[in-house]
């Protein structure tokens, strides 16, 4: 994707528009049969996080009455990657009733090497940039 367009994104693309794109990029996979998922509900997930005593919320929830897909969705230029999808990992607590889980991390820009070296380690984790979401 051409640098110039990610450079002025952010004035034509909020938190909101960002997470209905990747809603959109995750139904495109499934369609594509890039995903072993076929969602009979795509939800986000707002609720009591009794554990951590605070209100959670999850971006994005695709799930059937065996796998679920939980997504997270940043559109900030920085945060701590890892703390984000360790996060995200932990929040398959909130809805524990599936077999399997999938994770998807979205993010504005591309990911460091040790976040990179971590979702190495689970293949149930995806990470996608905007860039990815174009090519």
Same mark, same amino acid.
């Given at each position: 994707?051409? #640098? =110039? !367009?990610?450079?002025?994104? $952010? #004035?034509?693309?909020?938190? &909101? /528009? ?11 996979? !499934? ?8 969602? =009979? ?6 609720? #009591? ?7 959670? $919320?999850? $971006?994005?929830? %695709?799930? +059937?009455?065996?796998? /679920? %897909? ?6 900030? #230029? ?6 984000? !999808?360790?996060?995200?990992? $932990?929040?398959?607590?909130? %809805?524990? +009733? ?8 979205? *993010? ?6 040790? &976040?990179?070296?971590? *979702? ?6 995806? %990470? ?8």
């Amino acid at each position: 994707m051409n #640098n =110039t !367009i990610l450079s002025i994104i $952010d #004035n034509f693309i909020g938190r &909101t /528009v960002f997470e209905t794109v990747y809603e959109q990029y995750l139904v495109r996979e !499934i369609q594509k049969q890039r995903l072993e998922l076929l969602p =009979t509900e795509i939800s986000r997930w707002w609720g #009591n996080d009794v554990q951590l005593r605070q209100q959670s $919320d999850i $971006d994005i929830v %695709l799930g +059937n009455q065996d796998q /679920v %897909l939980l997504a997270e969705c940043k559109w900030r #230029n920085a945060f701590n990657e890892i703390k984000g !999808i360790q996060k995200l990992m $932990d929040k398959k607590r909130l %809805l524990p +009733n599936y077999r399997s889980y999938h994770f998807y991390f979205f *993010a504005q820009k591309e990911y460091g090497e040790k &976040t990179k070296q971590l *979702a190495a380690q689970y293949p149930e984790l995806t %990470l996608v940039t905007l860039e990815e979401l174009f090519d």
